[in-house]
């Protein structure tokens, strides 16, 4: 049997009928989504980061192009190291090869901004050395942590005892790591009350924190043997913000640092230096340092 004209347009329109409710209710949906549970998941966002104002912060900050970037180099290397696909793989090796290209293109300082800067660092090694590795870096940071825990700098200084040493700033990233300052505090107060050695041990055990208070700075003060008035007074009264605020406002004006770990390899005696932004492996510093000796 078959259908004659009216009875295929009656389902035609059918047909249609149909089609337009589904679009209907999708839309529905999407709306209730919207009003209801995506601004649940910003209010709950807002909670999060501490407020509205500081939500805006972080937004700001995801949306900056060179914290993308510095993020993309950095999951691209993660991805290399934990062997991921092929495409990945390959990915993250062009963009390594393309940050080895950009360390070919030094910049250079004068003399009176380098001993600024590395007037306020903590060393390790020899501080008179030729090359100086300064490591901009934020203890609950998780790249910093691998990168410290890989021993990365540690090791090209290792690698060249009379020409390289460490030099170590702090920049914390409070709109990422809201505590962070309070730890980058305690190492500048170990190493104004005992030297650069206790800074760098207050690091060792900084860098395992997932968070700081002030009791918390205090306590692994007491683990390395910081127990006297001078350090705790230090911590309680904020003696060294002002230094670690100054750390943060360096490294981004001079180096346009705006992530951690920012490396930069410095030829102090031309002024030549390069910036390594992101956790890379020991075989990127030493190409950079080649670079700079030369």
């Known amino acids: 049997m078959t259908m004659n004209h009216a009875t295929k347009k009656a389902i035609n329109l059918g047909d249609s009928k149909i089609i337009l409710i589904v679009v209907l209710a999708i839309n529905l949906l999407l709306s209730l989504y919207v009003a209801f549970f995506k601004k649940d998941a910003i209010w709950l966002e807002t909670l999060k980061t501490g407020g509205k104002g500081n939500f805006q912060l972080v937004q700001d900050l995801y949306n900056n192009e060179n914290y993308k970037n510095q993020q993309t180099?950095?999951?691209n290397q993660v991805l290399s190291q934990m062997g991921g696909s092929q495409d990945n793989t390959q990915a993250a090796a062009e963009d390594t090869q393309a940050a080895a290209e950009d360390t070919t293109a030094t910049q250079t300082l004068d003399k009176a901004k380098i001993d600024s800067i590395l007037s306020t660092a903590y060393y390790q090694g020899d501080k008179n050395a030729k090359i100086i590795l300064i490591e901009y870096s934020d203890l609950i940071c998780p790249f910093c942590k691998r990168h410290y825990n890989n021993q990365t700098l540690e090791t090209v200084v290792a690698n060249h005892p009379k020409d390289v040493a460490l030099a170590f700033k702090n920049m914390p990233l409070v709109q990422l790591h809201?505590?962070?300052p309070l730890g980058a505090e305690?190492?500048?107060?170990?190493?104004?009350v005992g030297g650069a050695k206790k800074a760098f041990a207050f690091l060792s055990k900084g860098f395992q924190a997932q968070n700081f208070t002030t009791d918390s700075v205090?306590?692994?003060g007491k683990e390395i043997g910081l127990t006297s008035s001078a350090f705790v007074n230090c911590v309680k009264n904020g003696e060294t913000k002002a230094e670690v605020d100054a750390s943060i406002q360096e490294g981004n004006s001079v180096f346009g640092i705006n992530g951690t770990p920012g490396n930069v390899v410095l030829n102090r005696e031309t002024g030549k230096y390069i910036v390594i932004a992101g956790a890379y492996p020991v075989d990127e510093f030493e190409k950079a340092v080649a670079t700079l000796s030369k």
């Open 218 to 220: 205090i306590a692994i």
């Open 73 to 75: 180099q950095t999951i």
């Open 186 to 192: 305690g190492v500048a107060c170990a190493n104004k």
């Open 178 to 180: 809201p505590t962070a």
